[in-house]
């Protein structure tokens, strides 16, 4: 994932944000690739998801790893409101409501 210059998200109470000088995204204080494994789902799922137009196409491969019950709501909230197509990969029932949306 590239982020922009300026990037900054809060997730789980966690800044996400891109150190223009040093060309390096944080989550808080320390270097992107310290962060839990549930916060990089997030991220990366958030961005994609809340960024992508009508014209893009998505294939998520399994959206709630890492992600517990609250975050999963989240994501398929992000889902259902998604401009763009998808192809979603899962054997979880929690995004079963998401079929033909």
């Given amino acids: 994932m590239i982020s922009p210059q300026g990037f900054s ?16 995204v944080y989550v808080d204080t320390l270097p992107l690739h310290n962060a839990p494994s549930n916060i990089l789902s ?7 998801i809340t960024t992508a137009t009508e014209g893009d196409f998505l294939i998520i491969e399994d959206p709630e790893a890492h ?4 975050e999963v709501s ?3 909230c992000w889902i259902k409101i998604c ?5 979603i990969s899962t054997n ?10």
Avoid at 9 to 24: A, L, M
Avoid at 83 to 87: G, P, S, T
């Fill in 9 to 24: 998200d809060v997730i789980n109470g966690h800044k996400i944000w891109v150190n223009n000088e040093e060309s390096t």
């Fill in 42 to 48: 997030l991220l990366v799922l958030r961005y994609y």
């Fill in 74 to 76: 989240e994501v398929v």
């Fill in 67 to 70: 992600l517990s019950e609250k």
């Fill in 92 to 101: 979880d029932r929690r995004f079963g409501s998401l079929v033909n949306s």
């Fill in 83 to 87: 401009k763009a197509k998808m192809l």
